[in-house]
């Protein structure tokens, strides 16, 4: 079986450490180790027939969307869907991942993406979205940048990966203020104080590349809401400075110092921004109907559990600035984004109704959405 000693050396590595964790646990890290080892062939075999499509960046948008939504419909409807493992084993493969260091440090960062947590939008089924949305994005940009310095190496591409599959690690559902008290990055320091330590007991030691892990969760971070010195405004600013024409010869960024790398490394830039846009990605940048599911979760989450158009208009105004500022966010997800906005916007101001129970809305239906104003916007059925 493919990857069997290196899950079996992962194995051995997580029962010979002590991370003092309960996100951590031996027994907890086994289970989940036991559960990717006997479902990897099939979920490979799943992905290699039903996700090919990701890495054929000359696919139309609307073929992308579509098969998009179609396969993570079944990773939701579905008991069989890959896990982080095998989502990252599948990229890893394609991209030619193979130096042994990096390697594992993709694959231990899955396991513990992986280890069950049950919250109703940040969970383990976030995570694979979330990576999954960055293989596309990163199979785009490497498309745009061929033959130049600014293609994704090895490292970089298993950097994103890994930062993928544990952007929420340890999320308790909670945001970062607490009591009324802005905490700075709070859940995304911890998800990195929780994995640093198993990233330099693997030999992945570098202060450079595990900083760039810590700015990239950092800039996952949205809070305060609309504040131009939040951690993603901050790494959209250090995008356009270096990719967008921003730069100019007697001024700099500013950044704050945790963040400062983005202000020398254009990459670094890059790359915070995209697994932000990954992040936001499937409730921004599919389809209406996907849109109004993942709020829904996310209300159950955080609030009384009943979402409207209001919360979608809010998030894609507050958060999303309604835009993908990336080549590879306008790419895949811009036009899909300023879809959803105008028929959010249309349900506002026809009454601002509360969304359909979950199991009763059109993506977990799989239905036609029957709303003549999607076609009219030249949206594309989800079927």
């Known amino acids: 079986m493919r990857w069997n000693s290196e899950l079996d050396a992962l194995h051995r590595f997580f029962q ?13 890290v086994s289970l989940t180790l036991e559960y990717i080892r006997e479902h990897l062939e099939r979920d ?13 960046v ?9 098969n998009t939504i179609d396969l993570f419909r079944q990773f939701t409807l579905n008991d069989s869907c890959p896990s982080l493992s095998a989502l990252c084993i599948f990229a ?41 949305q960055i293989m596309r994005m990163i199979a785009v940009y490497n498309d745009i940048y ?39 990055h709070r859940l995304e320091q ?19 590349d595990l900083n760039m892990i810590h700015v990239m969760l950092l800039c996952t971070d949205v809070t ?24 100019t010869h007697w001024d700099g960024l500013n950044l704050d110092k945790e963040l400062s790398i983005m202000e020398e490394c254009p990459a670094s830039a890059a790359m915070a921004l995209m697994i932000h846009e990954a992040d936001i990605a499937t409730s921004a ?31 894609l105004n507050d958060i999303c600035n309604r835009q993908m500022l990336s080549e590879v966010g306008q790419q895949l997800f811009a036009a899909n984004l300023a879809r959803i906005y105008a028929l959010a916007e249309e349900d506002f101001k026809a009454g601002n109704e509360a969304f359909p129970a979950l199991e009763q809305s059109n993506f977990v239906l799989d239905k036609k959405s029957g709303d003549k104003r999607a076609n009219a916007a030249g949206s594309k059925s989800i079927n």
């Open 285 to 315: 940048g599919l389809h209406y109907d996907i849109t109004k599911y993942e709020t829904s979760l996310l209300m159950n989450e955080i609030a009384d559990g009943v979402a409207r158009p209001e919360n979608v208009i809010n998030f």
């Open 146 to 184: 061929e033959g130049t310095a600014r293609v994704f190496d090895n490292k970089k591409i298993a950097i994103l990966l890994s930062t993928a599959c544990i952007h929420d690690f340890g999320h308790d559902g909670k945001g970062n203020t607490v009591k009324g008290v802005y905490i700075p």
């Open 224 to 247: 305060p809401f609309k504040d131009p010195g939040n951690a993603v405004n901050q790494a959209k600013s250090a995008y356009r400075y270096h990719f967008l024409g921003g730069r």
């Open 58 to 66: 000359s696919e139309k948008l609307e073929n992308q969307t579509r």
């Open 44 to 56: 490979l075999a799943f992905l290699e027939e039903k996700a090919s499509f990701i890495f054929e």
């Open 92 to 132: 890893m493969e394609h991209f030619k991942v193979k130096d042994p260091v990096l390697r594992q440090i993709v694959l231990a960062a899955s396991v513990m993406g992986e280890i069950e947590n049950d919250m109703p939008y940040h969970n383990n089924m976030h995570y694979r979205k979330v990576t999954f």
């Open 16 to 28: 010979e450490q002590d991370f003092s964790s309960r996100w951590l646990e031996r027994s907890r």
């Open 190 to 208: 911890n998800s990195y104080d929780l994995v640093a330590p198993v990233f330099k007991a693997l030999g992945f030691d570098d202060p450079d």
